[in-house]
């Protein structure tokens, strides 16, 4: 059974930095992807960013430049470095998986359906 767990939310001000991390559990599969949502109260869930087995990644418009994904095979965990915040970035982070058969970062970015395993959410906090 697939676990992920999330960690590293916070609060920073506008223009801060934080790394959001996302340990990975049960995982034996060489083909996958991941990636990182994130949903704000009333709203609808928005794809951050994704990576797959290929290394291969994709950025939602708004975070392009700066939120960076990445993986670490040794250690089973997913990051997303998050630098220039900004206020509208304030909201639930959400970290994803796909275990079962590859499918391309850009075309998983922001597909729910795509991904069967997901973190619990850490809370990012940035004040203006």
């Known amino acids: 059974q697939v676990q992920m767990t999330e960690s590293g939310g916070g609060s920073v001000h506008s223009g801060g930095s934080l790394r959001l991390s996302c340990a990975v559990s049960?995982?034996?599969?060489?083909?996958?992807?991941m990636g990182w949502f994130r949903q704000a109260p009333g709203k609808e869930r928005e794809g951050v960013a994704t990576?797959?087995?290929?290394?291969?990644?994709s950025y939602a418009d708004s975070v392009k430049g700066r939120f960076t994904i990445s993986q670490d095979n040794a250690k089973n965990t997913l990051y997303l470095q998050m630098d220039s915040l900004k206020h509208e970035d304030t909201t639930m982070y959400y970290c994803a998986g796909r275990f079962n058969g590859g499918i391309p970062a850009t075309q998983a970015l922001g597909v729910e359906r795509y991904f069967g395993y997901w973190g619990q959410g850490a809370q990012v906090t940035v004040s203006s």
């Open positions: 990576i797959d087995h290929t290394g291969s990644t």
């Open positions: 049960g995982y034996t599969y060489s083909v996958f992807c």
